[in-house]
């Protein structure tokens, strides 16, 4: 895999995750209801970072969960992803709430809708919303970001790579050829 470019750097996550929380707080008139569920590996990270932007402007910490789904490739279809969704960790109760799903890329849609299956049959939200770092396209199901942090028009035979200094070396996003 080669390297192509550097989309963003820590500031710039850092930016784009503050005006997220501000979307979030204006799209639902406040917090009351609202609860954050990051998506393995790195949407965890991003929802507990966007926990405390919401926290320094709100005042009030939201509770942030963890679901676990695993892409692997069908074999039988060289282009598609199969979901496994191997877990949600909750310590909150969904039912009624503003489910805020956030995960650091969005591709073909599949892992959101995973992710959706499960929480449905976990509880019964009142809606569901979504916010990525990246939104890359080539959306194969009727899926769409409420938060986006950077639109990024790229290739299918590109890759983006999205750094986290909570389990990285560093925090950026980058651009690679396959
Ligand atoms: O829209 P999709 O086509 O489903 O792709 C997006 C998913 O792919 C990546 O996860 P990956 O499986 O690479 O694991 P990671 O989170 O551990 O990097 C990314 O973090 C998203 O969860
Ligand atoms: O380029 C991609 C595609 C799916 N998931 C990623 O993290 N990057």
Redesign the pocket.
Same mark, same amino acid.
């Given at each position: 895999m080669e390297f192509k470019a550097k989309l963003l750097d820590d500031k710039m996550i850092d930016r784009s995750l503050t005006r997220l929380a501000h979307e979030i707080i204006e799209k639902n008139k406040g917090i009351e209801d609202v609860v954050l569920i990051g &998506?393995?590996?790195?949407?965890v990270p991003l929802a507990h970072r966007l926990a405390s932007k919401i926290a320094l402007i709100e005042g009030k910490q939201l509770p942030v969960g963890e679901l676990d789904?695993?892409?692997y490739r069908d074999d039988l279809s060289l282009k598609s992803?199969e979901?496994d969704v191997k877990g949600l960790v909750l310590d909150f109760k969904i039912d009624g709430k503003i489910v805020i799903l956030v995960?650091?890329? &969005?591709?073909?849609?599949?892992?959101?809708r995973a992710a959706m299956d499960a929480i449905i049959d976990y509880g019964r939200p009142s809606s569901i919303q979504l916010a990525v770092l990246v939104d890359r396209g080539h959306r194969e199901l009727p899926i769409r970001p409420d938060y986006v942090g950077k639109n990024v028009p790229t290739s299918s035979k590109e890759v983006v790579k999205?750094k986290l200094e909570e389990m990285d070396d560093a925090s950026e996003v980058s651009i690679y050829q396959n």
């Open positions: &998506i393995k590996s790195r949407g789904i695993t892409l992803y979901p995960d650091d890329v &969005i591709y073909t849609g599949r892992t959101v999205v």
